[in-house]
């Protein structure tokens, strides 16, 4: 069974740092495109970022570019999401979400959208 | 990267079909196929309803449908049921950018 458990969610100031963790299980994240997804309470989804299977294309939504890093660990199953500056905007529920493959007659192919998400680790930015 | 618009709220009454639309650029939702929608009941992880504009994934029920014309993507739900009471959000790959969510849509079944 696919499960995606992410951690590290907590209170912390304005200007502090935080590292997110998502445990992934029951496939291989190797051959995965991986992102993070954010809701803020009571507000829509908010895509924050992505990294290729190959860690070749990472990609950042602008409201966090520069600010936040995502990495992943193939060998140890795990996707991380290193968050600096924090500001009280980003306070929200972070999701890690796996992408799913399309396919066709020549086989499968990168279909760029979230087919298993993770429960979600509250993160507030606050004095 | 600018949200998808769609409308705030769509209601219908048990057993009637509902549009939902999705509506974005020539960069985004009419660059490509790779639009996707979601479901997302109150305080629960957001559910894949339909990938690649039209796909459904292996469980979800068929009264799911999804269209694109141009820069505008649908979601169609018909003989609407009181389970379907819930946000939906229509998602976008931006090619070398990203992602990009739209407004979000409450449904209500009256």
Redesign the interface.
């Known amino acids: 069974e696919v499960q995606l458990v992410e951690s590290g969610g907590r209170l912390v100031n304005p200007g502090g740092s935080l590292r997110l963790s998502c445990a992934a299980s029951g496939f291989t994240l190797t051959n995965y495109n991986l992102n993070w997804v954010r809701q803020a309470p009571g507000k829509g989804l908010e895509w924050v970022s992505f990294i290729s299977s190959s860690r070749r294309y990472i990609y950042y939504a602008d409201s966090v570019k520069g600010r936040f890093t995502i990495s992943r660990d193939d060998a140890k199953n795990y996707l991380y999401l290193q968050m600096d500056s924090l500001r009280a905007e980003d306070t929200a529920v972070y999701y890690c979400a796996r992408e799913g493959f399309g396919e066709d007659s020549s086989g499968y192919y990168y279909a760029y959208y979230f087919d298993y998400w993770g429960q979600g680790t509250p993160v507030t930015v606050s004095s | 990267?600018s949200?998808l618009t769609q409308p705030a709220s769509v209601s219908g009454s048990p057993g009637q079909s509902i549009t939902i639309s999705c509506t974005g650029t020539s960069s985004d939702v009419g660059g490509h196929d790779?639009v996707?929608w979601?479901q997302?009941h109150p305080g629960k992880?957001?559910?894949?309803m339909i990938?690649?504009v039209s796909?459904r994934?292996s469980g979800v029920s068929n009264r799911f449908s999804g269209s694109k014309s141009e820069n505008t993507a649908s979601l169609t739900i018909s003989g609407l049921q009181a389970e379907d009471e819930a946000?939906y959000?229509c998602?976008s790959?931006i090619t070398?950018?990203?992602?990009?969510?739209?407004?979000?849509t409450k449904v209500t079944v009256l």
């Open positions: 990267q949200a790779y996707s979601y997302q992880v957001p559910k894949l990938y690649e796909n994934p946000d959000y998602s790959f070398n950018r990203g992602f990009v969510f739209g407004t979000g």
